[in-house]
């Protein structure tokens, strides 16, 4: 066990250290620390740290840890004027009950649910993402409006349908 807390804090500061984005890298890294793995133990690591592959800002899908400041640094206001040329791969948005279904192309549900949930809009309680559907459960009595302009603050084009 203690093996896998030391190795877990190294792979942790691997991705604080580095920027990946493919696992081969990654295990090559770990072997350099000393941690002979196999691919499924590293995707095993990897999902208990909760790391996920967001688009950088040359467009390129990389792995990073939650919250992880070299990727939350940008103002809101220049990823806006990024997201010009990055739509996430939005499909839709639509509600059943207190449930904001959004729709994105395969594999972009990730990376734009993480921006929804940095913008931390009081109405969403939370959300989860899988591969190109993202689940908001939304307060009780809370105003669809308020996700729709959410999705058109991250989304450039987004046009209710």
């Known amino acids: 066990m203690a093996n896998k807390r030391t190795r877990l804090d ?4 691997l ?3 580095n920027s990946y984005d493919n696992q081969v890298d990654i295990l090559n890294d770990l072997k350099n ?3 002979m793995v196999a691919q499924p133990t590293l995707s095993r690591d990897m999902r208990q740290l909760k790391v996920s592959r967001i688009y950088n800002k040359d467009g390129k899908t ?3 840890l939650p919250n992880e400041k070299k990727f939350n640094h940008v103002s809101h206001e220049k990823r806006r004027k990024e997201k010009v040329t990055q739509s ?4 839709s948005l639509s509600f059943s009950g207190n449930i904001a279904v ?3 192309l395969h594999g972009y549900a990730n990376s734009l649910a993480a921006e929804i949930d940095e913008f931390e809009v009081p109405e969403v309680l939370g959300s989860l993402a899988g591969d190109d559907t993202i ?3 939304l307060k009780e009595g809370a105003s669809r409006e308020a996700v729709r302009s ?3 603050n991250i989304v450039p084009g987004y046009d209710e349908e």
């Open 10 to 13: 190294v792979l942790r500061r």
């Open 15 to 17: 991705f604080e250290n």
């Open 33 to 35: 620390e000393g941690f």
């Open 62 to 64: 990389v792995y990073v």
């Open 88 to 91: 996430f791969g939005f499909l």
């Open 102 to 104: 959004v729709k994105t």
């Open 135 to 137: 689940l908001l459960v």
């Open 150 to 152: 959410l999705i058109r």
